[in-house]
């Protein structure tokens, strides 16, 4: 079985990969991606995933792990592997807003789109991701809204072994929810 922990961008992957592995489940990550300010715990980061198109068998390395996917990814899945998807799901105006940050903060060139174009195409590609994981009833997903994780980090937690019927540590997972990272609000 293959445990992947996916979502939009900022969308609290991050946090998620923090909790399984405080938690106790073994995880697939190189740490080439260092902590930052964007996020200061770390992101949990196999780089060799993004080869995932042209070599959809490099997945096979996360065998009996939990391995991060952005969602754009999810697609490149081979069928022949066992999957659990955890898919973490956030507003997208703050995903929009978070994102803005970071490329702003590292100082780099944001997409010359209208926010509204880009909030379309976003929510356009999250259909598509929805339709992908209603059309693969083979494989089990948790949605787990980013709000109610921060709300309910001992529930969030319980429901998440539950759906991966292990025993985990369930008080090391909920202590790993910070609210004050939490930066990007919409009502």
């Known amino acids: 079985m293959i445990t ?73 899945l081979p069928r022949r592997h066992d999957y659990q998807i955890i898919f973490m799901e956030r507003p997208l105006a703050e995903v929009m807003a978070s994102q803005a940050e970071m490329i702003q903060r590292r100082g780099t060139a944001a997409p010359a789109l209208p926010q509204s174009a880009l ?15 209603k059309a693969s009833p083979h494989i089990p997903v948790q949605r787990i809204a980013y709000r109610e994780l921060l709300a309910d980090p001992p529930g969030t937690a319980q429901r998440l072994a539950d759906f991966l019927h292990c025993p985990l540590d369930t008080a090391a997972m909920a202590a790993q929810v910070d609210n004050a990272l939490y930066r990007h609000r919409t009502p």
């Not at 080439?32 to 770390?42: L, Q, S, V």
């Not at 909030?119 to 994981?133: D, E, K, R, S, Y």
Request: with cysteine.
């Open 119 to 133: 909030q379309a195409g976003l929510q356009m590609h999250l259909n598509q991701v929805q339709a992908w994981m």
């Open 4 to 76: 992947i922990v996916s979502g939009m961008p900022r969308s609290g992957t991050s946090l998620m990969m923090q909790m399984l592995a405080a938690g106790g489940l073994p995880f697939l990550s190189d740490g080439e991606r260092r902590a930052d300010e964007d996020n200061p715990r770390g992101y949990y980061e196999w780089e060799r995933i993004k080869t995932l198109p042209r070599d959809p068998e490099c997945i096979a390395e996360a065998e009996g792990k939990v391995v991060k996917v952005i969602s754009q990814l999810l697609f490149a």
